[in-house]
């Protein structure tokens, strides 16, 4: 949990940033510029925390029926290994500017092969699960079809060559709404057997087969015959309604309510919300009155920010329902559904439908960006929370706020911050210091949880080492005084810690 809020509350910030760019701030000399900031927000919403989170699911319903081994548990904890170092990339690559210029799945190719290979530790870990059914369930075998075919559907269709990516970006796409829809369905299946209060079998299969004969058919046209016409995508975009009965029938027959779970209910809501509100706005007329670009943005934060991330949070409230609390389901719905309300309220300005400045709607979505930021930051501060019963302690959590957090902030802004203060910056080696200052701080976080001693004898033989070195560079000319600076930083903590702390203990 918490790497997965680091994940969470990165995707946020970048998302705020760019909001506040919008309004004019200037993020050229930092590396949040708007087009990475933009990259970074979308990225992290697509592919961490909410991702991660819901790929418990099938484990979720493992301990619920009493199958899961710590054997499975040692493979998805490999498995969550490899996808953090994926986001640890994909965060660095954007950051630093390699970007393709998408919309979406905006980094290198070549990072969906560390994707693919966490992938084979989920599927060794389901698979363990499995051999202890004696008759596998139907939803066991999709699960374990989709484990199969994701990693290679994921490389097939992020190609730039070949792959689909580019080629779904413009235009509505009735049918390929009408498919991505269809995705949810088993999902939401799964979720409201994870959290139901009686026996669920679900009933009306015939509410999403229509749906899927009608996406089949859609593809068929689309590669063999001709690009769709506006009303062939707008007659599949309607077979969607036939899901909002669907979910209604299994909600019932599960007896699942908003005191069962409130993620899953607000989730279902908001689904139900842009199934309706997209086909509405498959209107010609009507689409082109609200925005100038045939987009309503409130329509993908309600779809992204409370569909799909409240079916992560469905499985975070059914795991640990004193962290993930009723009421932040609320702040965070309300939340959202404001900002997609201002949002569609500007872009009913920029297309003319009605006089003002669109300024302080962008205003407003950046306050609450800031107060989803504050929220996670409380929810974060609830899992992390410990005492500080020591000195040592507390010499930890300066170390870790001090280097951790101030690596982060001078990766980001060094470029910036470094001539305010006089001090030259040439945007190479110093971005390997800031990462060291980051692993540093991360060393302090560890001996906060466990060996204290231990990993402050380390971190200040470290920051020694560091700081005879740094005096060396200045006297030799090859520095300027940032060198000092850093030097006498690095020497303080390590004597603090020698010379009053470490005879303590």
């Known amino acids: 949990m918490p790497l ?29 510029s708007p087009e990475r900031a933009r990259s970074l927000h979308i990225s992290q919403m697509l592919y961490g925390f909410f991702p991660l989170m819901l790929s418990l699911l099938p ?51 070549w990072l969906n092969f560390l994707l693919a290979f966490s992938g084979l530790f989920y599927l060794l870990a389901l698979l363990d699960a499995l051999h202890r059914y004696d008759k596998r369930p139907v939803w066991v075998n999709v699960s374990l079809a989709a484990v199969i075919a994701a990693p290679i559907a994921l490389v097939l269709l992020m190609n730039p060559q070949y792959g689909q990516v580019e080629k ?9 709404t009408l498919g991505m829809s269809f995705a949810l369905i088993p999902i939401y299946y799964l979720l409201i057997k994870l959290v139901a209060t009686q026996g669920f079998k679900p009933r ?68 139900v919300f842009v199934d309706v509100e997209g086909n509405f706005l498959f209107v010609p007329e009507i689409r082109q009155l609200i925005h100038r670009n045939d987009l309503v943005v409130g329509h993908a934060h309600i779809a992204m920010g409370l569909g799909v991330a409240f079916m992560a949070l469905t499985i975070m409230h059914h795991l640990l329902p004193n962290l993930f609390r009723r009421g932040y389901a609320i702040l965070w719905a309300a939340l959202i559904a404001l900002m997609a309300l201002t949002l569609t309220i500007a872009g009913i300005i920029e297309a003319g439908g009605i006089s003002g400045a669109v300024e302080p709607c962008l205003g407003v979505r950046a306050l609450i960006g800031a107060l989803l930021v ?16 020591s000195l040592l302690k507390l010499y930890h959590l300066s170390g870790f706020l001090s280097d951790a957090g101030g690596g982060v902030i001078l990766i980001l802004g ?19 210091v800031f990462a060291f200052m980051i692993g540093t701080g991360l060393a302090h976080w560890h001996g906060l949880q466990s060996d204290s001693h231990r990993f402050a004898e380390l971190t200040a033989t470290v920051r020694a080492v560091c700081a005879s070195v740094f005096v060396a560079l200045y006297m030799a000319g090859s520095l300027d005084g940032i060198a000092i600076l850093v030097a006498l930083y690095d020497g303080v903590f390590a004597l603090v810690y020698w010379l009053v702390l470490r005879g303590k203990y």
């Open 168 to 176: 779904t970006l413009i235009g509505p796409h009735g049918d390929n």
């Open 414 to 432: 060094g470029a910036t911050l470094f001539p305010m203060l006089g001090f030259h910056f040439g945007g190479t080696y110093e971005y390997l």
């Open 204 to 271: 009306w299969h015939w509410l999403w087969i229509v749906p899927l004969v009608g996406y089949a058919i859609s593809l068929i046209i689309r590669n063999f015959f001709h690009p769709l016409s506006y009303n062939e995508e707008w007659f599949f975009q309607y077979l969607t309604l036939l899901y909002l009965p669907l979910l209604w029938v299994w909600l019932r027959d599960a007896g699942v309510d908003f005191k069962t779970n409130p993620y899953l209910i607000f989730s279902i809501w908001a689904f």
């Open 59 to 109: 484990f979720a319903l493992f301990q619920k029926e009493g199958i899961l081994s710590e054997n499975a548990i040692a493979h998805l904890r490999r498995y969550f290994i490899i996808w953090n170092l994926f986001l640890l990339f994909m965060s660095m690559a954007i950051v630093f500017g390699n970007i393709r210029g998408l919309p979406f799945y905006d980094f290198p190719y």
């Open 4 to 32: 997965a809020f680091v994940w969470l509350i990165l995707g946020l910030f970048a998302g705020l940033v760019y909001a506040i760019e919008i309004l004019g701030l200037d993020g050229s000399m930092t590396l949040l």
């Open 374 to 389: 504050a929220m996670v930051l409380k929810m974060t501060y609830d899992r992390l929370r410990m005492p500080l019963d």
